[in-house]
């Protein structure tokens, strides 16, 4: 059935206002831990990375940010900084949330502001302040964070002096923000430590935020779940407590492992968009949250998948602003059961590719963002200028 003139109205009104961040580190090469399979094409720099970045926002309309790594992107810091802002306002994007890592440098074996040498946490502070310096100069509002931190094995370090620890490397980092800088404080219940993580899941990003500041919320990463969590109710109780930071959207089937969004399950993601819409209607408020995108893929073509993750995040939302959210409030207070989940499913099994191809060409763009990229010859173009760089790093490429 065609949407009716106001479910257009709404629809194009979500559609104007819904935007997702792209990751740098999905545009270059990179593997699991047991391979990497190149592709010719793929970005070698940060300024190819915002390049096809670039990409993915001029065919879907929806990409205007990219956010960055720091030690990825800024391999000289601030130094780095006029640059990337060139590069990304002439590929028409601008820089989104800062991620610093404190993950990576030999330093950090047991931890970073967990880790039980002081020394190794007075490092990893200060990248992150660093980092709050570049956020300053590239004017985000976010300052993302990660850790890695954890244990292996069991007894192998103070669950409690590393909460400890954290609590006040996080408690320095909120004291450098000013203006609008947020920090948002991401958890994940393992890998790489497979014993015990320091910030494993949304109540211990919760109470790192609210000893750290009115600045620190929480990030949901839609990965970093065990198996049948219900997502949408953590997402719910943040933003009632309005400490819903923003998200990192993946999918994934058994852990971690940055599968395309709602490629899985996309009945989540739904549920997940549903609370927020729903929230939004009864407090006739619209949440600024940011949704970035967390994905780094081996196999399909970067800027395509980026593409179809792009597509797909407007099109769950735009099913999840198309709920009929007066007749559900009805439902929900009647007790009418079967009616009020219906009011979910209609939403939900409408189809929403008409009016999203409408407002496409509304805005001047191809109505198959997928199709027009393939057909721009972009792919070609790259896979001839980075083709050397990227193979020339493997010797058994076929
Ligand atoms: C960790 O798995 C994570 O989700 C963090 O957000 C990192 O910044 C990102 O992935 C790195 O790919
Ligand atoms: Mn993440």
């Not at 010719?40 to 956010?67: L, R, S, Y």
């Amino acid at each position: 059935m065609p949407l009716t003139s106001a479910q257009t109205d709404v629809a194009i009104q979500a559609l104007n206002r819904f935007a997702v961040e792209l990751p740098s580190w999905g545009f270059a090469n990179t593997g699991t831990r047991f391979g990497k399979f190149i592709q010719a094409g793929a970005a070698t720099n940060t300024p190819e990375k915002i390049a096809d970045a670039g990409q993915v926002h001029q065919f879907t309309g929806c990409c205007p940010t990219v956010a960055v790594h720091v030690l990825w992107d800024f391999a000289k810091g601030l130094a780095d900084v006029p640059e990337v802002l060139q590069v990304a306002a002439a590929h028409g994007v601008a820089i989104g949330a800062i991620n610093p890592n404190v993950f990576q440098d030999q330093c950090y074996k047991n931890g970073s502001l967990g880790n039980p040498d002081p020394e190794v946490r007075r490092m990893a502070l200060s990248h992150i302040l660093d980092c709050v310096e570049i956020q300053r100069a590239t004017g985000s509002r976010d300052l993302s964070l990660w850790f890695a931190d954890g244990t292996n094995f069991p007894g192998t370090g103070s669950i409690r002096a590393r909460k400890q620890w954290f609590t006040e490397g996080l408690q320095a980092t909120h004291a450098a923000l000013s203006g609008n800088q947020r920090m948002l404080v991401e958890y994940k219940p393992f890998e790489p430590a497979f014993y015990h993580t320091d910030i494993a899941d949304w109540g211990m990003s919760y109470i790192y935020c609210k000893q750290s500041g009115p600045r620190a919320k929480v990030l949901v990463d839609t990965g970093h779940h065990y198996q049948a969590q219900n997502i949408e109710q953590i997402v719910a109780w943040l933003l009632s407590e309005d400490m819903l930071g923003g998200f990192h959207f993946n999918d994934r089937r058994y852990a971690d492992d940055d599968l395309t969004l709602g490629s899985i399950d996309p009945y989540q993601v739904f549920r997940i968009f549903h609370e927020i819409c729903q929230f939004a209607f009864e407090t006739g408020t619209t949440p600024d949250i940011p949704y970035m995108v967390d994905q780094s893929h081996n196999l399909k073509n970067k800027i395509e998948e980026m593409i179809q993750t792009a597509c797909t995040a407007q099109e769950l939302y735009l099913k999840a602003a198309l709920v009929d959210h007066a007749t559900l409030a009805i439902h929900q207070k009647s007790g009418a059961l079967m009616d009020a989940e219906e009011c979910l499913r209609a939403a939900f099994f409408t189809d929403v590719r008409p009016v999203l191809r409408e407002w496409r060409q509304m805005k001047g763009m191809a109505a198959e963002p997928l199709k027009a990229f393939r057909e721009s010859g972009y792919t070609a173009k790259a896979e001839a200028e980075r083709g050397a760089r990227n193979l020339g790093a493997v010797s058994s490429y076929a």
